[in-house]
């Protein structure tokens, strides 16, 4: 092999072997971001921020700040106790009566902006069942407040849980928040989802005896989330 055949030869070699890198690399890296996205990671250079009053956490990439008494994002989920409405983390909430567990009094707040869904808001999808017949019963609990049961039989995938609706209330995308408990749970698992906002998810738990207070709730969660600040 001359000269000229040894460096074409080595040539095409670094062109092969960046084709076959280039992509993994990518991927790789694209993998790192997408992994750092809603966690702090070991790379990441922490904005300053009052340390003794907040909490730092970061979402879809945006630095965001709490007060430190609704919790920790960064540890598990953050938010109140109910019906006291006190933080987590404050030094007035009350202490958890004998038997008691968190998960009887906590309505816990979780935000993410992975896997987010694209189907429609519940409500959406109570209309869409409506329009199909799919309900079983829909009546008005009080001023404000209705309850929507689907028909067992339709197979929905949803069709085991009964939806609150806070009629007079209106969510992120403009329409009725809704919350879905499944009463049959022995988890006694109560809840909601929604759009925050600038591509995070937000979800709720708490126990299914207080979902007939859902808009005093949603009222409380909106009241919380509007103490985040970017930092």
């Known amino acids: 092999m001359n000269a000229s055949s040894r460096k074409l030869s080595m040539g095409s070699f670094f ?99 992975i896997d987010i869904p694209t189907s429609p808001s519940d409500y959406g999808f109570l209309l869409f069942a409506e329009s199909k017949g799919w309900v079983a019963t829909k009546k008005t609990l009080r001023l404000g407040l209705e309850q929507w049961v689907l028909k067992k039989e339709i197979g929905v995938e949803r069709n085991h849980v009964t939806y609150y609706v806070a009629t007079h209330l209106k969510g992120a995308d403009g329409q009725p928040p809704v919350a879905a408990c499944n009463h049959n749970d022995s988890r006694n698992r109560g809840g909601t989802a929604f759009y925050w906002h600038e591509g995070i998810w937000l979800s709720t738990r708490w126990n299914q005896r207080y979902c007939a207070e859902w808009p005093e709730i949603y009222q409380e969660i909106i009241k919380v989330l509007a103490t985040i600040q970017k930092a």
């Not at 970061?58 to 598990?76: A, Q, S, T």
């Open 15 to 113: 062109v092969v072997f960046s084709l076959l890198c280039a992509p993994w690399g990518s991927a790789a890296t694209a993998e790192r971001k997408d992994e750092c996205r809603d966690r702090i990671c070991q790379s990441d250079s922490l904005p300053s921020y009052d340390h003794k009053k907040y909490a730092i956490f970061k979402k879809n990439n945006l630095w965001l700040l709490i007060p430190k008494e609704y919790g920790n994002p960064n540890l598990r989920s953050f938010g109140f106790y109910w019906p006291s409405k006190e933080p987590f983390g404050s030094s007035s909430a009350p202490p958890q009566k004998v038997g008691s567990s968190f998960a009887s009094t906590a309505i816990e707040i979780f935000l993410r902006s």
